[in-house]
């Protein structure tokens, strides 16, 4: 798909908020293969950091990935 | 990606009505992450809580991370 | 968040049509705490609940609730 | 939140058609119980039947219930 | 619902591509169910499947119903 | 549905960036099967790779099945 250096490697993260920070990058992820001049997706972000409905919309998709990755770590059970 | 106080330790709430609330605060993180700005966000939320399918996306982004921590808290049961 | 009494103390319900109605509940709450103003939630009302979409949009989040709802109550199974 | 006679009390279905059909029935309901008014919903319909992402909307609405139903009935294993 | 002959007797299906391909068959059900004519769905067709927006909804119905489906068939593991 | 040969064998990839490439494939694969003509969907992939709403809209087909294929590798857990 891109020959990159591996940017994936475990879904197992120390805390939910690293958990939280990975969904984020897992939803930017798949934008970066299907759009990845980094030229576009900064023009593209100008606008939809400033429309409310595309936030959500981003929002909604790092909840998926939040939702894979808070199984994948036993939702981080102390007990 | 921010050096910010840690600001999501557990998933473990003590109510299921806890566990909406926060919900509710992770599905605005994402938008916080994407929209820095406070003047901006505080901007768009005066037109989104006005407009019904804003709302309701936004509802439903709340829906999906509960989801998540009503899993994390074995749904609260007390059986 | 709000100091209101509590209104979610349980996920368990006796029965799953009440499931179903607490997903209507909560699904609803999330735009009472994004938009306080039981006003303009009357307002936003009587356009969206003559707008397909938004009625669809509206159904798809009670589902996901639902389907949260019936999972803590181990879909009421009776075998 | 309404007084009607009981319209789901179990969520076991004897094959995966009926809980299909089930679930279709459970997405509608919701529509039901925000716009109340048969002959208003009569008239959405009318639209949205001919526009093809309502109908996408709607399809998906099912797949969220239907994957609730399918779980409650162990996807109907026969093994 | 419909008087139909049985169009869904099981999940199970022998390789992940086989259940994909019912995942697909799921979510354009029901879109029959709701627009039972031929014609318009052919007619509806024809506009959809230019509109990227509409065959990316597409997509995401199908995603939720191969998640069912895949779970149905405890994910083709092979050990 | 097409006689083409096998393109889905099995969920299991050996890391969960093989995983996440899976699920951007099995993305694609439904809009393939729903509009074959590879001229018209490299016309909309103009389109829609410039367009925000289309790019977090393919972002969050691609997290759906990101999560079955993590659930179907029970996490890529090492322990």
Same mark, same amino acid.
């Given at each position: $798909? $891109?020959? #990159? *250096?591996?940017?994936? #490697?475990?879904?197992? &993260? *120390? &805390?939910? =908020?690293?958990?939280? /920070? ?5 939803? +930017?992820?798949?934008?970066?293969? &299907? =759009?990845?001049? /980094?030229?576009? +997706? !900064?023009?593209? !972000?100008?606008?939809? /950091? !400033? ?16 939702? #894979? ?7 981080? !059970?102390? #007990?």
């Amino acid at each position: $798909m $891109m020959s #990159t *250096p591996p940017w994936l #490697t475990t879904l197992e &993260t *120390p &805390t939910p =908020q690293a958990g939280y /920070e990975l969904a984020v990058k897992l939803s +930017r992820m798949a934008v970066k293969l &299907t =759009q990845p001049s /980094e030229d576009v +997706r !900064r023009e593209l !972000r100008h606008v939809y /950091e !400033r429309d409310a409905d595309a936030l959500i919309a981003s929002s909604h998709v790092v909840a998926v990935h939040f939702a #894979t990755i808070a199984a994948a770590n036993d939702y981080w !059970r102390t #007990t």
